[in-house]
């Protein structure tokens, strides 16, 4: 068991109030999803609302703008809820349905301590320095993953003795 757990924010502008009926289906598939992530190998904790079962109401990104975050296990464990579960690669393939395309990142994958759990102000910095300076250990992406802190990867350089 690792000493760190993987964060994830995504935020997404929408194209319509949630309300309005071109957004009917993401809305219905909201729960179902939801709870897919909770039973998924590897899933540790997601944002949610007061009283709700998602987070659709916190908008510190802007009135039009949701924020969905969570917590895993390790990058493999929301790679394969991300892209192998069914229904939410469904969602995934109908985004500009509900979503305005950002034009720059709007998905940043960081490492906590296990039993700390993220904030979206935290998820907003790590975004913004992903934005600036690119993918590195402290924001970084599926395409450009990094290990946990003081994790062997059989990758670190090897220096003989000299």
């Known amino acids: 068991m690792s000493d760190h757990?993987?964060?994830?924010?995504?935020?997404?502008?929408?194209?319509?109030?949630?309300?309005?009926p071109s957004m009917a289906d993401f809305v219905t598939a909201l729960d179902p999803v939801n709870?897919?992530?909770?039973?998924?190998?590897?899933?540790?904790?997601?944002?949610t609302d007061e009283g709700a079962n998602d987070a659709t109401a916190t908008r510190p990104f802007g009135p039009d703008v949701i924020v969905?975050?969570?917590?895993?296990?390790?990058?493999?464990?929301?790679?394969?809820?991300?892209y192998r579960s069914a229904d939410?690669?469904?969602?995934?393939?109908?985004?500009?349905?509900?979503?305005?395309?950002?034009?720059?990142?709007?998905?940043?994958?960081?490492?906590?301590?296990?039993?700390?759990?993220?904030?979206?102000e935290e998820g907003g910095e790590r975004l913004e320095l992903l934005r600036a300076n690119g993918p590195g250990p402290d924001a970084f992406t599926f395409r450009d993953p990094y290990p946990a802190p003081g994790a062997h990867t059989g990758r670190e350089r090897v220096t003989e003795p000299g």
Not at 5 to 20: K, S, T, V, Y
Not at 35 to 47: S, T
Not at 68 to 82: C, P
């Open 88 to 120: 939410h690669l469904d969602l995934l393939r109908r985004r500009r349905d509900w979503f305005v395309p950002l034009g720059r990142p709007g998905l940043v994958l960081w490492w906590v301590p296990a039993g700390r759990l993220p904030t979206p």
């Open 35 to 47: 709870a897919l992530a909770d039973a998924a190998p590897g899933f540790v904790w997601r944002l």
């Open 5 to 20: 757990h993987l964060a994830q924010m995504n935020i997404g502008a929408l194209r319509a109030p949630l309300d309005d």
């Open 68 to 82: 969905n975050m969570s917590v895993w296990e390790d990058v493999e464990s929301l790679r394969a809820f991300t």
